[in-house]
């Protein structure tokens, strides 16, 4: 019981966020209760063996108490560096590690791996969980988005009038529909809730969602909008909306299978290089380029996405504008769909929010003593024209996405299976 109430000292967490500051403090002193003596200690004589190591694994001993805080964790671990991505998840750094006299995460996860008590008689040992396997709703889902998108352009180009309009309402809603599908199931969907060895589970947070149709109809109607607000004004609305840019939209959604592919083959990469990996940064430097290759990967097909596209359609090619729109998507998925759901919110809103800002500066300029509105949208459409406005939103956005991605999903926390206990 005494061990146990050493765990209800303040500042120990209580909870399954990371370890702060007062609780690195009880942890440093409970780590150097090992070395330190007191005066009565001094004047006694040297103990047994056997009581020494009682006395070091007793209250004093903080390796144990970081092992009943992460017990579910270290009983269910089949290897130290699960452990360790566990620990790696909570907060855990070198630098806590070292105030329990190790040298690294992965030495800590190793004495704990060690020391966990299995009972091999009546609980047979864990075994590594299997990596993502492709599933035939997700892979069918993929293709969806595509293929109601590539039908409702052939409508809209085989109809006129309320029929027309009709058909693009109709068809907007259910793209918009299959994306949805898309992105809340298999390697798109993200893992923050439990889910069977080996599977995917479904939810996807509902402002990703909002931005990313944003993007989309940005997409199909943000080009002909913007002309439209630069040069006459909200009369030339019904004009602009009549000019439909179908082609990047059709890229986008015919992405959706690549993407999912892409997504998988980085996740079981992944969760093969932890397997194999014997420490926290072997496993980072075998997972980087296994994630820059995937990302590229994609880049590629979305480009060639993008010329059948525009070539069958007969529309001007927009590869920087799509292809940055894709990659931006990509990594938003990527990391959604390994927890991270918060950045990929921000950077999408924000990015959205700069298309709005200009096409909003663009409208405004056309009121009395507003024409300064509109000079910074002005100059980046003279230099790139109006493609430049989604191309600088999307690539900026795609970047702090990329950096972001190369510092979180080569964490070995980040392809810990879902719902893992600690």
Known sequence: MSELGELDRPGTPNNSGAWDEHSEEW??????????????????????APSARAARRGTGDPVKALMHRHRELCERAVDPLEIAAGLEAHGVTDRTAARFRHRD??????????????????APRPTSSPAPRVR????LLSLLP????????????LTEGRVRLAVATLGALAVALAVRAALGRGPLGPRSHPAPPGTYPSHTPGSTRAWTYWLLAYALLGDGLLTAALTGGPDGFPAAVRDLSTAPVLALTLACAPAAWCAHLFAAGARRKL????????????????LLGAFA????????????????????????TTVTLGALLLLARLLTAHGFTH????????????????????????????????????????????????????????????????????????????????
């Open 275 to 290: 397997a194999a990996s014997r420490g926290l940064a072997d496993f980072t430097a075998a997972v980087k380029p296994l």
């Open 136 to 139: 035939a709703d997700w892979a």
């Open 297 to 320: 990967l994609f880049l590629c097909t979305s480009a060639a996405l993008v010329a059948i596209s525009t070539t069958v359609l007969h529309e001007p090619a927009a590869y920087t």
């Open 146 to 157: 595509g293929a109601l998108c590539a039908a409702t352009v052939a409508g809209l180009h």
């Open 27 to 48: 942890l440093m002193g409970a780590a150097e209760t090992n070395v330190r003596e007191t005066p009565g200690q001094s004047q006694t004589t040297t103990p047994s």
């Open 105 to 122: 995460v992965f030495s800590l996860a190793e004495e704990m791996y060690a020391r966990v008590s299995r009972d091999t008689e009546t």
């Open 343 to 422: 950045a990929p919110a921000v950077v999408l809103g924000a990015a959205a929010a700069t298309e709005a800002a200009a096409l909003a500066t663009a409208f405004a300029s056309h009121l009395p003593g507003c024409a300064f509105l509109a000079t910074p949208v002005d100059t980046v459409v003279a230099a790139w024209s109006t493609a430049g406005i989604p191309a600088v939103a999307c690539g900026a956005a795609a970047l702090i996405l990329l950096f972001h991605a190369t510092r979180t999903l080569t964490r070995a926390s980040a392809h810990a299976i879902p719902g893992e206990p600690g």
